[in-house]
């Protein structure tokens, strides 16, 4: 069985619940124990004060023990009850928030990406542990309130049944009071839990952009809209609060009438020698204790209602279908690529239209144009992340055909942002592998790792870092230059062992002697791959074996470097014209 994840079956709450069954059993067993011998204690107490009153020395030490020994009895289940019940649940909340995260991942990238850090960390930890809690606490009260309750009622109608019933006619009012709240704690419960989203994300906002925040000024407004969210969240959570905390004097209220028309009807009982002070003793104590769990019923009542409102919102996650147009056909190894009639839209809107050309192993082609061509659309596209219109195919096959497994085996990108995590230089290179660090024994390859940093032109840098490729590059690689997350994202990509290489835009952050260093370890160490390189510097386009230039989502252009230049024609005065600065920046220094 898998230690943590969804049951294999059905994914509703039950099916979590019951997945781990020998914690259920056990403490269900220890809570009917508990609860039905927890009675014992007040009728014990009873003869242990009639026992008091008499001159029986033996009778009085004989209750007296089992008085303690069924105290000491039910106090261990209660235990038992408690420690295997927390351990289910311990691992219900690590399956629910590694189902949660699993659906969030399977998802497409274009859904994904509507989605906010903030609003999922939300879900992620506060509706969950809700939910949990909620349902924990539920359970326990289903033997410590609804069994107890049973219990209690069961000996006081032996007791007295004509005094139990009259006595116990507030009991359900009180309940049908508290469901009635049902709808006003589900609806502030869920706005709650929606505005602790807005904070988490306002939270969020603020401290990745802290440092454009300050530089303009703008962290006073900002500052004022978390302050806006958080007031808002105050509002619904201490309404919440007092509907569930200030009800329960008035639910316990109602239910404690009955101890009046106990007392009155059991006081005459007793002044007429039908029923000894320790026997009218025991009977109040259980009723005052059955009368009680009344109030506590009605809280798990209002936790309930509230706690729908939280998996609601969590349900609505995973419920989301997976990553949809995805196929099952493998595919190991990549010879050739083929791009006919391509058509890419992103937010409704087209990006590309009609984009065809070819590609070959060993083969580096640059694909270049002016600010907002299409360049990054088509490395989305080409990525199979995305959903397309149009044909990919790679030896023949569809992109859209093959499993999820072959395209993440057969495509690696760098991204037009180069995303590393807040890791050692090392593990973000690895990342690639798709294992993690403890697991890849034999899969890593120190040879391939050493070219990976070499062809990016990393070896120097590391070099210089005083715990080599230990280094940890801090969150989003903020520890680090620019052009060194740059090239820690490509040996990223060339640690792979990928056919098809998508480099967008890898050399924006790095100078024009670096680049042509790269470019040269590209066509050494890439000649059984297929390279697509993005970028709008041309410095390197006389080395690679073809050029696309986009022009407004299409191609406008493409052959080799030699041919567009005689063409005189867009990729000609782009080319000329960095050439031209290139040399001016040169004179000048």
């Not at 988490?200 to 006073?220: I, M, P, Q």
């Not at 510097?537 to 022009?551: H, K, N, Y």
Request: aromatic share 8%.
């Amino acid at each position: 069985m898998k230690l943590y994840g969804p049951p294999r079956k059905k994914e509703t709450l039950p099916a979590f619940l019951l997945k781990y069954k020998r914690q259920f059993f056990v403490s269900s067993l220890a809570g009917f124990l508990y609860n039905t011998t927890i009675v014992l204690g007040p009728v014990l107490l009873g003869r242990l004060i009639d026992a008091a009153g008499g001159d029986s020395a033996d009778r009085l030490l004989l209750s007296a023990l089992s008085f303690v020994g069924v105290t000491g009895s039910f106090q261990f289940l209660r235990f038992v009850k408690r420690w295997y019940m927390r351990d289910q649940f311990n691992r219900v909340a690590c399956d629910l928030r590694q189902t949660l995260l699993e659906r969030l991942l399977g998802r497409s990238v274009p859904e994904l990406s509507r989605e906010t850090a903030g609003d999922l960390m939300s879900r992620t930890l506060g509706d969950i542990t809700l939910v949990v809690d909620t349902v924990m606490s539920t359970l326990n009260e289903g033997w410590d309130t609804w069994l107890l309750m049973i219990s209690y009622f069961a000996v006081l109608m032996i007791y007295d049944w004509r005094t139990t019933l009259a006595a116990s006619v507030m009991i359900p009012a009180a309940l049908l009071f508290a469901h009635g709240m049902r709808r006003t704690l589900y609806d502030c419960s869920l706005a709650a839990r929606r505005a602790a989203s807005s904070v988490n994300t306002g939270l969020k906002r603020y401290l990745d952009g802290a440092f454009v925040l300050r530089l303009f000024g703008r962290e006073s407004s900002e500052a004022d809209r978390i302050e806006e969210a958080f007031e808002e969240q105050a509002k619904f959570s201490i309404r919440e609060i007092l509907l569930q905390q200030v009800l329960l004097p008035v639910y316990a209220l109602i239910a404690g009438l009955g101890i009046v028309a106990a007392i009155g009807l059991l006081g005459a009982r007793v002044a007429e020698g039908e029923m000894t002070v320790g026997e009218l003793n025991a009977y109040l104590v259980m009723f005052v204790a059955f009368s009680g769990r009344t109030k506590v019923a009605a809280r798990v009542f209002n936790r309930w209602h509230g706690a729908r409102a939280a998996w609601g919102r969590v349900r609505e996650k995973m419920e989301r279908s997976v990553e949809s147009g995805r196929g099952s056909v493998s595919l190991r190894q990549c010879r050739s690529l083929n791009v006919e009639g391509l058509l890419f839209s992103l937010n409704g809107a087209r990006i590309l239209s009609d984009i065809s050309f070819s590609a070959e192993r060993g083969k580096i082609i640059g694909i270049t144009g002016p600010v907002g061509s299409g360049k990054t659309a088509l490395a989305r596209a080409l990525s199979g992340l995305f959903p397309y219109e149009g044909s990919i195919r790679l030896d023949g096959r569809d992109l859209r055909d093959l499993s999820a497994e072959s395209r993440a085996a057969l495509i690696s990108s760098t991204g037009h942002e180069q995303f590393l995590f807040s890791m050692s230089i090392r593990e973000n290179i690895l990342l690639g592998t798709g294992q993690p660090m403890r697991d890849l024994g034999a899969e890593y390859d120190e040879a391939r790792f050493q070219m990976a940093l070499r062809v990016a032109a990393l070896s120097g840098d590391i070099s210089r870092f005083e715990e080599g490729v230990g280094t940890i590059v801090g969150e989003k690689g903020i520890r680090i230059s620019g052009g060194q997350r740059q090239r820690i994202a490509l040996a990223r990509a060339l640690y792979t062992k990928s056919d098809i290489l998508l480099l967008d835009d890898p050399f924006s952050a790095v100078d024009i002697v670096t680049e042509r260093e790269i470019v040269h370890g590209l066509r050494e160490a890439c000649a059984e791959r297929i390279v697509l390189l993005f970028t709008h510097r041309l410095t390197a386009f006389p080395l690679l074996d073809g050029v696309l230039v986009m022009e407004k989502g299409s191609i406008g252009e493409q052959g080799s470097h030699e041919t567009l230049m005689a063409a005189g024609g867009l990729y000609s005065g782009i080319y000329s014209a960095q050439a031209f600065m290139e040399g001016n920046g040169d004179e000048q220094v």
